[in-house]
T-cell receptor, first 113, second 111 residues
Framework: EAQVTQNPRYLITVTGKKLTVTCSQNMNHEYMSWYRQDPGLGLRQIYYSMNVEVTDKGDVPEGYKVSRKEKRNFPLILESPSPNQTSLYFC????????????FGSGTQLSVL | SQQGEEDPQALSIQEGENATMNCSYKTSINNLQWYRQNSGRGLVHLILIRSNEREKHSGRLRVTLDTSKKSSSLLITASRAADTASYFCATDVGNFNKFYFGSGTKLNVKP
């Protein structure tokens, strides 16, 4: 089944403890992206990747890192999480770019205490 | 500031009625997409309309795009309780790689 898989679904952590949210897609998509969703603010793009080893900043990249070593995986890294990074996070992929529809993962609800 | 904004923020209708939600954006776009989200789950793509298109249909969905007014509308005809969800428009800003989502319209269809 074609899908974008995110893990974990829920994560509670403490300020400053490094964490990684994994994202994997099985559709051979070139484009992958991370978003955060906060009440009243819609979805905001954190980082995106056009292909392996090609990443670029979205609108809210501060405090996040990404890597794209393999085509199928695009992990989101929070080196030193802070409470303002408490949010619902989504990974998405598409075949090439905005000319194609995005496929979304099920989301990761992160709480930073 | 947000590139795309949906209106209304919330909409409550009876099953069988039509639901219309609107999206306004600020700068020129290449494409506009509509997505649905059920209860904090992942977004599901509904329809993509290109800047040179004025109207598009998919099943019970009808999307229009008016680039002169920088606005789009999504019409769901003969709504069903299963259509209860939040609906988002997404636009680009000339850069095909950056996506901007609005804050969504929360639709409640009462059985």
């Amino acid at each position: 089944e074609a899908q974008v898989t995110q893990n974990p679904r829920y994560l509670i952590t403490v300020t400053g403890k490094k964490l990684t949210v994994t994202c994997s897609q099985n559709m051979n998509h070139e484009y992958m992206s991370w978003y955060r969703q906060d009440p009243g603010l819609g979805l905001r793009q954190i980082y995106y990747s056009m292909n392996v080893e090609v990443t670029d900043k979205g609108d809210v990249p501060e405090g996040y890192k990404v890597s794209r070593k393999e085509k199928r995986n695009f992990p989101l890294i929070l080196e030193s999480p802070s409470p303002n990074q408490t949010s619902l996070y989504f990974c998405a992929s598409s075949f090439s770019s905005f000319n194609e529809k995005l496929f979304f993962g099920s989301g990761t609800q992160l709480s930073v205490l | 500031s947000q590139q795309g904004e949906e209106d209304p923020q919330a909409l409550s209708i009876q099953e069988g009625e039509n639901a219309t939600m609107n999206c306004s954006y600020k700068t020129s776009i290449n494409n506009l997409q509509w997505y649905r989200q059920n209860s904090g789950r992942g977004l599901v793509h509904l329809i993509l309309i290109r800047s040179n298109e004025r109207e598009k249909h998919s099943g019970r969905l009808r999307v229009t795009l008016d680039t002169s007014k920088k606005s789009s509308s999504l019409l769901i005809t003969a709504s069903r309780a299963a259509d209860t969800a939040s609906y988002f428009c997404a636009t680009d800003v000339g850069n095909f790689n950056k996506f901007y989502f609005g804050s969504g319209t929360k639709l409640n269809v009462k059985p």
